[in-house]
């Protein structure tokens, strides 16, 4: 078994020393007889590179992803597909949004040794374009401010949380608004909409929870649909959205459960992947269910049994 760990330098925004992530992987790997590589990426989807060529010289490869978000999205992109490849993530990003839908488990993916001791299982993926999206991909006004925010929060005094809400009113005074066709498990949509987010995990822009019951290996994409809203509906909506509230809106946000999307519009859009860029005048967003191998650290529940504990809870 051969182990990989990428590290990105400069998650959390900025570059940053991660000789204590650099030592925790010595410490752990010490005396296992495996081989192991640390692999510093240089730039992006170097890491989805990396992890495919690695994955194609065949035998048993296990992936750590070592920072954000992105970085884990561009690990699964490399490792879709290759059955002998499984990745996972150990967060040192900002959000680590992927993780939080383990709930009290997601302070396991910070234990080095229990991701190392950990067993792999089939998780579903999103195809974007040809683009893995491993979390959540989103179109509308929640897309433009995501991609967005990383212009203002490397301003000097703003910083990472005032980027976002810079870039929540610039792009709320733009327009909150668009024109989409979108094709949905066969029907046909056609109108101005605010956004459309397809989940397969339950968090994303550094907290938000559209839906509390997406499970990432059920073969399940659970979407969102949110109608054309005024400036004034948005910031009564926008709580309870981010809180997964959207069955109290059913007149505004239409739900459907399936495995596929379309998107399209006559001029360029905005497509966030996993926080990450895309732009297109047609997103077709699939769901590939068990399309990448994932890492559970030891000890570690399936979300299932956790949004089932949940919902007994409520």
């Given at each position: 078994m051969r182990h990989l760990f990428i590290v990105n330098p400069i998650a959390g925004g900025r570059k940053s020393d991660k000789s204590a992530?650099?030592?925790?992987?010595?410490?752990?790997?010490?005396?296992?007889?495996?081989?192991?590589?640390?692999?510093?990426?240089?730039?992006?989807?170097?890491?989805?590179?990396?992890?495919?060529?690695?994955?194609?010289?065949?035998?048993?490869?296990?992936?750590?992803?070592?920072?954000?978000?992105?970085?884990?999205?561009?690990?699964?992109?490399?490792?879709?597909?290759?059955?002998?490849?499984?990745?996972?993530?150990?967060?040192?990003?900002?959000?680590?949004?992927?993780?939080?839908?383990?709930?009290?488990?997601?302070?396991?993916?910070?234990?080095?040794?229990?991701?190392?001791?950990?067993?792999?299982?089939?998780?579903?993926?999103?195809?974007?374009?040809?683009?893995?999206?491993?979390?959540?991909?989103?179109?509308?006004?929640?897309?433009?401010?995501?991609?967005?925010?990383?212009?203002?929060?490397?301003?000097?005094?703003?910083?990472?949380?005032?980027?976002?809400?810079?870039?929540?009113?610039?792009?709320?005074?733009?327009?909150?608004?668009?024109?989409?066709?979108?094709?949905?498990?066969?029907?046909?949509?056609?109108?101005?909409?605010?956004?459309?987010?397809?989940?397969?995990?339950?968090?994303?822009?550094?907290?938000?929870?559209?839906?509390?019951?997406?499970?990432?290996?059920?073969?399940?994409?659970?979407?969102?649909?949110?109608?054309?809203?005024?400036?004034?509906?948005?910031?009564?909506?926008?709580?309870?959205y981010a809180s997964g509230q959207y069955a109290r809106y059913p007149e505004l946000i239409k739900y459907v459960a399936g495995r596929k999307?379309?998107?399209?519009?006559?001029?360029?859009?905005?497509?966030?992947?996993?926080?990450?860029?895309?732009?297109?005048?047609?997103?077709?967003?699939?769901?590939?269910?068990?399309?990448?191998?994932?890492?559970?650290?030891?000890?570690?529940?399936?979300?299932?049994?956790?949004?089932?504990?949940?919902?007994?809870?409520?």
């Amino acid at each position: 078994m051969r182990h990989l760990f990428i590290v990105n330098p400069i998650a959390g925004g900025r570059k940053s020393d991660k000789s204590a992530v650099r030592a925790k992987i010595e410490e752990v790997m010490a005396g296992r007889g495996e081989e192991h590589e640390l692999y510093e990426t240089v730039g992006v989807m170097d890491a989805a590179e990396k992890v495919k060529r690695e994955a194609m010289k065949g035998g048993g490869l296990r992936v750590y992803a070592c920072g954000g978000d992105g970085t884990l999205s561009e690990c699964a992109h490399g490792a879709a597909g290759f059955s002998n490849c499984a990745v996972t993530h150990y967060p040192c990003g900002t959000g680590n949004d992927f993780v939080r839908m383990f709930g009290p488990d997601a302070k396991l993916f910070s234990d080095m040794e229990a991701l190392v001791d950990g067993a792999a299982a089939p998780m579903d993926i999103m195809d974007v374009n040809g683009r893995k999206c491993l979390n959540i991909a989103s179109v509308g006004i929640d897309a433009r401010v995501g991609i967005d925010v990383h212009k203002y929060s490397k301003l000097p005094v703003i910083g990472g949380a005032g980027g976002y809400v810079i870039s929540l009113i610039v792009n709320v005074v733009k327009g909150i608004n668009r024109h989409f066709r979108i094709t949905v498990e066969g029907e046909e949509l056609d109108g101005k909409f605010a956004l459309i987010s397809a989940c397969n995990g339950q968090y994303y822009g550094g907290g938000f929870n559209p839906t509390k019951i997406a499970v990432p290996d059920d073969g399940v994409l659970d979407m969102l649909i949110v109608n054309k809203v005024s400036r004034f509906t948005l910031a009564r909506l926008i709580k309870d959205y981010a809180s997964g509230q959207y069955a109290r809106y059913p007149e505004l946000i239409k739900y459907v459960a399936g495995r596929k999307i379309k998107i399209e519009d006559t001029e360029e859009f905005s497509v966030s992947i996993d926080g990450e860029a895309m732009f297109t005048k047609c997103a077709n967003i699939r769901l590939i269910p068990g399309g990448v191998n994932f890492i559970y650290p030891r000890g570690c529940r399936k979300v299932d049994e956790i949004v089932g504990l949940t919902a007994a809870k409520a």
